[in-house]
Every structure is written in C-alpha cells, then in structure tokens.
C-alpha cells in the first residue's frame, strides 16, 4: 500500500487491527459530531497563499519549556499504545526522539515510565489522570520525577468517561470484553505478530507496577468509569504541584474562563483540547475554541492544541489561530499500528513537509512568523 498521508495510515491501521481496537482508536463520544467537527472546522481555514518572497531559508524549530523541537509538535498521550504495536509505546517515542519531538506517556500506558525513559534521549513528558487512589497519584508522580520526566500532562477533561458507543458494540467496554478474548483469537495473525501477544500487551504498566500484580484488564472503559474522579478540583491541583515543581501543562481547556483560571493557578501551559471527540459530544471544536482562548491569555502562558490535526497545514493553522504548539494522538496512533516505529517516524516526516509547504506559501520563514495573518480574514460563525 502507497502511503503519503495520515489518511493512508489510518487505513493501513484499519486493515491490520482487529475492530475493537481500530474503532477505540478511530472513535469519539455519542454521535462523534465534536469528533467530525474538530477535521472538518480546522480543513476549512482558509490559509492566505502568499508569493515571491523568497522562502529559500525556512525553519520550522521551536523552543517549548526550554526544550528545542524540531517543529511545533508534541505526541498526545494515547491509552493502550502498546496494543498497537509491540512495546508501543516505546517504539513511538524512540520515532519522536529521533524526530526531534517530544513523547507524553499516558497514565494508562501499556509500558511503564521506567521501561521507556531510558529507551530515548530527550526527557519525556508524562500525562497524569486523576484517580480516586491519590496514593496511585503520588506513586506515578514521584516515579516520573525519579526517571527524569520533564515536563507533566494534567489531564482535567475526563472526571467521567464519555460514553462511546463503538466501544460498546465492539466489545471493548462492557460484559462482552473483548480484550478477555482477543488473546485467543487467530482471525488477526498480523496484529498478533506485531503487538507480541506472550507479553501481556493489555497490561497496564504503570497502573501493574504501583500495585505489584499485573493488571489484566478486562474491562476497560468499566475500569476507567470506576477509578476515575468527578470530584476534582482546581484544590486538588494544588496538591500535585506539591509533588512536581517540573513545567506543568494543564490538558482539555476549551472555555476562556478556564484559560484565566489556569494562569491564576500559574500552569505553565494548557493543551486547547476536547479529548479528541471522545468526551462530551457538542462542544466546540478545538480549531473553533481556540481564538478566543488565546485572546485570553496569549503570552500568559504557553498554549497548546490538539484534536483534529491529522497534516502539516493543519499545525500551521492551529499556530496561526493562535497556539504556540499542537499534540497529535490518532495519527501517530495509526502509523504505530500500520508500521510501528518506522510508521511513525516517517509520518513525522510528512508532516514536516507538509508544514514547509504551508509555510512557504503563506510567508512564514520561521513560527513565530505564523499568525493571523497566515490566514484569511472571513468572518466564522461559531
Ligand atoms: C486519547 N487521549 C488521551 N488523552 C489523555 O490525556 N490520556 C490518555 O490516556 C488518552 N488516551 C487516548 C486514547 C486514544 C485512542 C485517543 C485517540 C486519544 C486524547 C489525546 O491525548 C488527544 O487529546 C487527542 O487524541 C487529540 O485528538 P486527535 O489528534 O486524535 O484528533
């Protein structure tokens, strides 16, 4: 299969996986229309084509957190990575290092911080959820600061999980638990190969480690609404800053009024986020929120933005609106699927390309050079 895009690999992720786990990925909340809305709203900003002047000497470096990037670009953390490929999540970060990228690990990682600190060479970024268990909280927190993480993901947009019914009808969430049977399936031999079945992909690193048992998780979506915690508060981010003196970005603001109260708190950043989709169906899409967030507080803080960036032209875009870096989670997520590391590296370099292209063509020899007035000026309704 001739791959040129991120679309390509979402179809070569889709023939390789078996569903359960393609339509996890692939998936949003309810009727996934914040899901369609966060591609479509984005594809449809105009960017303003520019000419003639002379875009020879272009860069697309950044600093974030003093760290270099080698463009404005981060990979989201991505639950389960290691069931799409063996030691997922390992392969991808050693694709982002090599890339010159940051990797965040998600507290529901299939391969603990301790397996994949040590396989790259740029400090790693660590997601926290909140979990009923603060002792499981502190426990992660002081083992990322141990292995060197740093920079912490707090993500504050799933004190409830967002139902999904694809995960539903796949068996993926549910009495049907599709992960108690998937081991013995033979109809994905090719999935099977890749993720290293004898090496309990479904366990949950992080999650075995703290408790000293592997975690066999059968029903995941099930685990997640029990462990989970509707009760935090922006009191319990003052308790983790207590455990992480580290930057601390705050993930899945989408109103200006939580921006502000994110500078109050003094984060160091804010991911612009509705979790991909997958949380609460209707809200605005993150290319939509975006603008007004950053008229709050651009400057204040660093900003940054995922849901729905799937091309190079699409960072630039979500630069011009105004954030300073963007998150990938499904792209990257079916790359690793389709082709592992190699999958993900090269898809790094796509989009690399794909941003020059954006970039010579609107006048931007560097990113702070995209702005607003990379973009064409129409009016949006929201
Ligand atoms: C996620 N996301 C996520 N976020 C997080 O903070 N912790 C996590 O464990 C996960 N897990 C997860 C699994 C899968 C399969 C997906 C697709 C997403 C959300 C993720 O970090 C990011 O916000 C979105 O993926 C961004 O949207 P796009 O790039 O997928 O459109």
């Known amino acids: 299969m001739i791959i040129s895009s991120s679309k390509d690999y979402r179809k070569a992720a889709q023939r390789r996986l078996p569903p359960f786990l393609f339509h996890y990925i692939d998936g949003g909340a309810y009727d996934e229309a914040t899901l369609k809305n966060n591609v479509d709203d984005l594809s449809k900003i105009a960017l303003r084509q520019r000419i003639l002047r002379n875009m020879a000497e272009l860069s697309t470096e950044t600093e974030l957190f003093g760290e270099k990037l080698a463009m404005p670009l981060a990979l989201a953390p991505v639950g389960l990575t290691g069931m799409y490929a063996k030691r997922g999540e390992v392969q991808a970060a050693k694709a982002a290092d090599n890339k010159g990228i940051p990797f965040t690990l998600s507290t529901v990682s299939v391969c603990p911080i301790e397996e994949v600190v040590p396989a790259i060479r740029r400090p790693m970024w660590f997601q926290l959820y909140v979990l009923r268990d603060r002792g499981f909280m502190k426990n992660v927190l002081e083992r990322a ?133 997958r949380q609460l169906d209707g809200v605005l899409s993150s290319a939509k929120a975006l603008p007004m967030i950053a008229d709050a507080v651009k400057g204040k803080l660093k900003i940054l933005a995922d849901s729905g960036v799937r091309n190079g032209l699409d960072i630039v875009r979500m630069i011009a609106l105004g954030a300073d870096a963007c998150l990938i989670g499904r792209a990257f997520a079916y790359a690793l699927a389709a082709e592992g590391q190699a999958g993900v590296e090269n898809l790094l370099e796509i989009m690399k390309k794909e941003m020059r292209v954006a970039m010579t063509l609107t006048g931007a020899k560097t990113v702070a050079e995209i702005t607003s007035d990379c973009l064409v000026k129409i009016e949006q309704e929201i």
């Open 145 to 277: 600061k141990a292995a060197g993480c740093s920079t912490l993901v707090f993500t504050v947009d799933m004190p409830v999980p967002g139902a999904r019914y694809r995960d539903a009808h796949s068996g993926m969430s549910g009495p049907n638990a599709a992960i108690r049977r998937y081991a013995q399936s033979t109809l994905y031999p090719h999935w099977a190969w890749h993720v290293g079945l004898n090496g309990r992909p479904h366990d949950l690193g992080n999650i075995s480690k703290y408790l000293g048992k592997p975690t066999g998780l059968e029903d995941y979506i099930g685990w997640l609404g029990a462990n989970f915690d509707p009760s935090i508060s922006w009191k319990d981010l003052e308790w983790i800053r207590e455990f992480w003196d580290g930057p601390m970005i705050i993930k899945g603001i989408l109103d200006p009024d939580d921006a502000r109260d994110a500078v109050t708190f003094g984060a160091d950043g804010i991911v612009v986020s509705n979790h991909g989709g």
